[in-house]
Structure formats: C-alpha cells, structure tokens
C-alpha cells in the first residue's frame, strides 16, 4: 500500500532538509521535480546534490541551467559531488584531464562524500533512484549504489528511490508512440527497467506544483533544444498547456529502501 501524502515522513521525526541525489543536470526536474517543489513549499530545507555536471568536469552552461531549474523548484543549495559524466554507449571514454568519471568511481568514496553533506545539512531524508537507476544509465545506477552506501554510512536518513510504475511506463510509451514523438529506447528493456507497483510505497501527489516542474525542465535549454535521446520528448513536455501537463504528469513515484536499523 503506497501514501501519497508527507505526513509519515513529517510526523516519523522532524523533517528540516531532504537532499536529492542526481545523475546529471535535468534529472532532478525530470524525476523529481513535483516532490522538491512539494517539500520546499512544506518548509522543509530541499538540497540537491549532483554527481556530474557535464562530460568533461563541471560545464559553466548546463551549471547555470541547473541553478535556475533548482531556483524554480525551491532548492536552497546546489552541491556538485565531484566527477565528470560517463557518457552513453558501450564505450567508456578515459577520464577527462583532474576528473574522474562516475562510473569508475570508488563506491565508498563518493557515499562518503555524499555523507558529509548529509551530515553537515542534518538530513532527514536522502532521495536516490531504484536499483535499475531508472531506464539503466549507467551513472543512475550508479547513483542507486552511492546512495545505498551512504545511507549505510549516514545510519540515520530515510533513503527514498525515485522510480516509475511499469504500467505508468507502458501508458506513456504508448501517448509517445500515438504523438508520434521520436524515442530511441529499447521499449521493451525500458518496460523491464522501472518497478512493479507493489514495491511501490510512497506517491506522491504533484498536481499543484505541475508548473513548476515544466519549468524546471524547461531551464535545461540545451537539453530541450540538443540531438539527445530525451529531446524530443521534453520539447514536448515543455509545450503542452500547463493544465494538460499536470493531468498527465501528477504523481513521483518512490520505494523506502531505509537500511535496517534506520528507520524511525
């Protein structure tokens, strides 16, 4: 059975800061932009936390996009983790020049990194992404890894894995193939990727905050504007009216994956 409300985590303990973890920059807005905006306009503190901000370190472009997407959804503080993207594909490009790239980071390393902002933030609850990272990015599921261990590590935050319903999966696979929308995914892997309802425990209702979530998507210009695999479909996303984004897009979706030991 799934809440969709904040009351358990607000009433579990005092909830101050939530701090988002995120692959790449568009990833907060796209995943977890309707929750953000939620928690910000609750009171509570929202920080996100980035482990790559571009391919070859930290790219000035998509940094300012990603603070003005963060500004629109409520975010209070913006925190690189650290290392360079990973890229798409079967090749593994070498490291960029001082830059590590996330995938070939140490686990360990990065959960510790991630670890000291929770601590020094007070974090209550941690969000992450489900064990297949999503639709299976490799730096996503790296960040469901790092963000497991340090939950671990932390042993006293609330850790959150943003995902998607099959089912949602399969009605929105379905919208885009009626609109006609370019898609280069596998439909079939990507149908396999995200969770069954009944591991599902947290929905969250994001209708009142649907505007900003377009917004916040709408920042990462040049994701919206490039050749990527998702433009497509988020020039799409950021036309539709506002009351016809938030029919179809008013629910985040999570699983508690708290460590035994930590929940309160």
């Known amino acids: 059975m799934t809440t969709d409300c904040f009351d358990d985590l607000r009433h579990a303990r005092s909830v101050t800061t939530i701090v988002a973890f995120h692959a790449h920059p568009d990833d907060e807005a796209l995943l977890t932009g309707g929750t953000l905006a939620r928690a910000a306009a609750d009171g509570h503190r929202v920080v996100l936390v980035l482990a790559t901000i571009g391919m070859k370190g930290e790219d000035p472009s998509r940094r300012a996009e990603l603070e ?10 913006v925190v690189h983790l650290g290392y360079s993207g990973s890229g798409h594909g079967a090749i593994l490009y070498p490291d960029p020049p001082g830059w590590v790239r996330f995938v070939r980071a140490s ?4 959960a510790a990194r991630l670890v000291a902002i929770l601590r020094e933030e007070r974090a209550s609850v941690l969000l992450s992404y ?8 490799r730096d996503h599921v790296k960040v469901h890894e790092v963000g497991k261990r340090a939950a671990e590590l932390a042993g006293d935050v609330r850790l959150l894995e943003a995902t998607i319903p099959c089912d949602a999966v399969a009605r929105l696979v379905r919208i885009v193939r009626l609109a006609r929308i370019p898609f280069r995914y596998d439909v079939d892997v990507l149908l396999r990727a995200y969770s069954a309802r009944s591991d599902i425990t947290h929905t969250f ?6 505007r900003q979530k377009q917004a916040a998507i709408a920042a990462h210009s040049s994701q919206v504007k490039g050749n990527g695999r998702l433009a497509p479909l988020m020039r799409v996303l950021t036309r539709l009216p506002a009351p016809l ?3 179809v897009f008013n629910r985040e979706w999570y699983i508690d994956a708290t460590p035994r030991g930590s929940r309160t």
Do not use: P, Q, W
């Open 107 to 110: 686990t360990d390393e990065a």
């Open 245 to 247: 984004f938030g029919l």
């Open 205 to 210: 209702d994001i209708r009142r905050f649907a």
């Open 130 to 137: 489900d064990r297949n990272g999503g639709y299976g990015h």
């Open 68 to 77: 003005a997407s963060a500004k629109v959804l409520g975010v209070e503080r």
